[in-house]
């Protein structure tokens, strides 16, 4: 049959393409405070992939970042024969890659447990939305998501095993987009200091 179209992706474009999409939810974020929306589900989204990431590079069985259970019964059917039917792979939850990185790096990325938890709460807020008002105070909103992003880079550059999954130009790209979004919000967060303190009668 011609004509036929394919979507085909791993966990590597996954990352890049999470990173992109990050970078262009800051831009937007930037030019309105309030649309805090989108920027927050791409960065829980980005902090994800990086964390998937480094497991799966770390990892041969392809088991790393899923759940226990999951692992388990793919453990379970390398191990069997004949293998038959193949097991459901259901992938971890947000905090519990962020939690594996932690064991299996032994890094220092204990500094960011509270805006990780914070961006999961309110990304679940938005994707799992009731019907309920909402109020979100936001003056340290980009300070939040600067440490997530620190959080990402910190993990982007832990020691992997199978480097060769993943080339150098690749790898500098999604550095270099890392540093663009720490820069731009950082410029914010000056900005918001600065009419603080302007702010503050004398």
Partial sequence: MTGELWYQTDCNHQFEDAIDFACDQTTKYIANRKDIKWVTIAYLNAL????????????????????????????????S??????????????????????QQSRA???????????????RNQFIHFYPTALSIELSGFPKTLIEIIQAIETITKLPRMYNHRFDNGRFN????????????????????????ASSIPK
């Fill in 48 to 79: 994800q992939c990086a964390c998937i990431f480094y497991l799966d590079s770390n990892d041969t069985t392809e088991t790393a970042t899923l759940t226990d259970k999951s692992a388990g019964n793919w453990l379970k059917w390398f191990r």
């Fill in 81 to 102: 024969s004949p293998r038959n039917n193949f097991p459901r792979s259901y992938l971890a939850r947000p905090q519990e890659l962020f939690d594996r990185c932690k």
């Fill in 108 to 122: 220092d990325l204990s500094e960011f447990d509270d805006s990780v938890k914070w961006i999961i709460k309110y």
């Fill in 173 to 196: 790209k999604i550095i270099s987009r890392i540093k663009f979004m720490q820069n731009e919000l950082t410029v914010i967060i000056k900005k918001d200091e600065e009419s603080h």
